[in-house]
């Protein structure tokens, strides 16, 4: 695992906090009842550290929203969710009315738009405070086995840097472990680095 300093750390995690309220807070409209995520829990690892045990997902197959975002450095992001968990909270953002087997229909355009969500008010938190701007694709959503789903994460070899965020998502009281995953070049891990201390020494 990669260390950070304690400063470094702090402001990372006080920054995806700021980004996790913010996504909180529109996916509390989307759905029509409060919605929680937690304080994220930050790590670095290098790409071959990165396994179920990291992940800490329990489950078989995983549901993968993908995003990438561009500017001073770029980061791959992806927001991952045990199979079952996904189709619950799907469940929650498309109304309780839908059957249990209709609910794969939504799956695919509920889970890109729980991700936009997610992925966009964490980098745009980022772009904040770092006072820097990014781009971004539109997301993408896949199911697949966690083993494919870890060797597809970790098949850029360009990308040996990833950050790891565990959230908890609570929806009306049912609470659901997601994970964020970003994976950065050497560069791009580098220039954030920077971009973060210069951020310290402007506070």
């Known amino acids: 695992m990669i260390e950070l300093t304690e400063l470094q750390t702090d402001a990372l995690a006080e920054v995806f906090n700021v980004g996790a309220g913010h996504a909180a ?6 759905v029509g ?34 995003q990438d975002f561009s500017g001073p450095f770029t980061i791959n992001a992806s927001l991952l969710f045990t199979e079952d968990k996904a189709l619950e909270i799907v ?43 990014l781009d971004s694709t539109l997301p993408e959503y896949a199911v697949d086995q966690m083993d494919t789903v870890i060797d597809e994460l970790t098949a850029d070899l360009g990308q040996p840097i990833v950050l790891v965020l565990h959230i908890d998502l609570t ?33």
């Open 25 to 30: 807070a529109s996916l509390s409209e989307i």
């Open 91 to 133: 469940r929650e953002m498309i109304g309780s009315q839908v059957s249990v087997d209709d609910l794969v229909d939504f799956e695919h355009e509920a889970m890109c738009e729980l991700g936009n969500i997610i992925l966009n008010a964490c980098m745009s938190a980022v772009a904040n405070m770092l006072d820097i701007e």
């Open 171 to 203: 929806i009306e009281k049912r609470e659901t472990d997601g994970v964020l995953v970003f994976l950065l070049s050497s560069a791009s891990f580098h220039e954030l680095i920077a971009a973060i201390d210069r951020f310290l020494a402007r506070i």
């Open 33 to 66: 009842d409060e919605v929680l995520l937690s304080v994220p829990r930050i790590a670095f690892y290098r790409r071959s550290e990165l396994g179920t045990g990291v992940l800490a997902l329990q489950g078989e197959r995983i549901g993968a929203v993908r």
